[in-house]
Structure formats: C-alpha cells, structure tokens
T-cell receptor, first 110, second 113 residues
Framework: EDQVTQSPEALRLQEGESSSLNCSYTVSGLRGLFWYRQDPGKGPEFLFTLYSAGEEKEKERLKATLTKKESFLHITAPKPEDSATYLCAVPPPGNTPLVFGKGTRLSVIA | KAGVTQTPRYLIKTRGQQVTLSCSPISGHRSVSWYQQTPGQGLQFLFEYFSETQRNKGNFPGRFSGRQFSNSRSEMNVSTLELGDSALYLC????????????FGQGTRLTVV
C-alpha cells in the first residue's frame, strides 16, 4: 500500500531557529511530490512540486529537497508567520488520487 | 485568476438531515477531488470527478455522493448526517488527472449536532 509518513508530528521552534521537516514515501515509480501549507480552518496552499531526486525548490525561508525515498522541507530562520501545518502528498501509479501525509504542525515562537 | 471557491464556508446541521456542498474549480480545470479532514484522520479522499464522471472513490459509505456539471463545478451530498460527519470538507481542482498540482479551496466546515 502506498504510504506517506511525515515527521515530526509537531515541532516548536524559537524565531530564527532553523530546522527541517521530513516526508518519507513508499510509492513506487514516483511521479512527483507536493508540499502544501495549511493554516487552521483553511484549505491547503500549494507550495512546491518536486519531480526527481536531487531537485530543490525555494520560496522565501523554505527550501524543499527530494531524494529517492524522502523529501525534506528546510525552514531557515523561521518567523512566527511560518506557523502552520505542512503537508506533503504523492500521486500513486495510474490516475489515482494524491496520498497525503498527516502533516507536521509547526509553531514558531517569537 | 480566481481560485477554487467552496460554498458555504460554514454549516450547522442536525443528525439525520442531509447537506449539499458546492465547489467551483479554477477556470479551465476539469478535475475536481473532494477530501474530508478531521483532526485525527488527516486528509481522507472522498471522490474524484473528471469530465462529469466519477473516476475514483474513497472508502466512505454510500451516504456520501457527488456529481460534476458540464462547467466542471461539482457538488457533494451527504445524507442522513451523523455526528462523525463533522469535519472540514475540502475541494481541490487540477488541470488534468494524475500528477499535476492540485489547488484547494478554503473548505466548508460542517458541524453536525
């Protein structure tokens, strides 16, 4: 069964304290990996798509990287406004729906 | 370019009632997927519509149904509501099926009392 596992489940950082979130997957024949940010009570906001091992994407203080078995979302010098739940998702083989991880709930304290 | 629009944003219903939620995808997008999100279960896939046809269905009871119209707008219906149906219902649209990015609406918060 295709699986997406995110860790840690929750992360509390001081403002400016850099860290990384992990997304590991067991989908065979990866055809892309997506990162989303979700604020409480709102829909997920698309952040990045990564397609191949070694690929990196950046947006402000966020950088996403991809290996053959996992992806990392690096957060450099985070600010309180970066507090949110970060979700990753992969498309299984065939035209089947995205499989989502349960997310990492990030809190950045001023 | 307008994003995905879901209506209504909030709903309070009584057990046993039924409810219809609406989703208007991004212009030009033909694939619409629905998800249920609860604190304990995360995002659970409900169904996917493409060109007015249901293409995939998640593991939910038959009380959950949906449809898609010729303009790609989609509705989902939940009949005989149960307390456990309380959740954030999210709609996502994408240009085509498969591995393209999916863009989400703000969701409909359904509370069943």
């Amino acid at each position: 069964e295709d699986q997406v596992t995110q860790s840690p489940e929750a992360l509390r950082l001081q403002e400016g304290e850099s860290s990384s979130l992990n997304c590991s997957y067991t989908v065979s024949g990866l055809r892309g990996l997506f990162w989303y940010r979700q604020d409480p009570g709102k829909g997920p906001e698309f952040l990045f798509t990564l397609y191949s091992a070694g690929e990196e994407k950046e947006k402000e203080r966020l950088k996403a990287t991809l290996t053959k078995k996992e992806s990392f979302l690096h957060i450099t010098a985070p600010k309180p406004e970066d507090s949110a739940t970060y979700l990753c998702a992969v498309p299984p083989p065939g035209n089947t729906p995205l499989v989502f991880g349960k997310g990492t709930r990030l809190s950045v304290i001023a | 370019k307008a994003g995905v629009t879901q209506t209504p944003r909030y709903l309070i219903k009584t057990r046993g009632q039924q409810v219809t939620l609406s989703c208007s995808p991004i212009s030009g997008h033909r694939s619409v997927s629905w998800y249920q999100q609860t604190p304990g279960q995360g995002l659970q896939f409900l169904f996917e519509y493409f060109s007015e046809t249901q293409r995939n269905k998640g593991n939910f009871p038959g009380r959950f149904s949906g449809r898609q119209f010729s303009n790609s707008r989609s509705e989902m219906n939940v009949s005989t509501l149960e307390l456990g149906d309380s959740a954030l219902y999210l709609c996502a649209s994408s240009f085509q099926r498969g591995d393209t990015e999916a863009f989400f609406g703000q969701g409909t918060r359904l509370t069943v009392v």
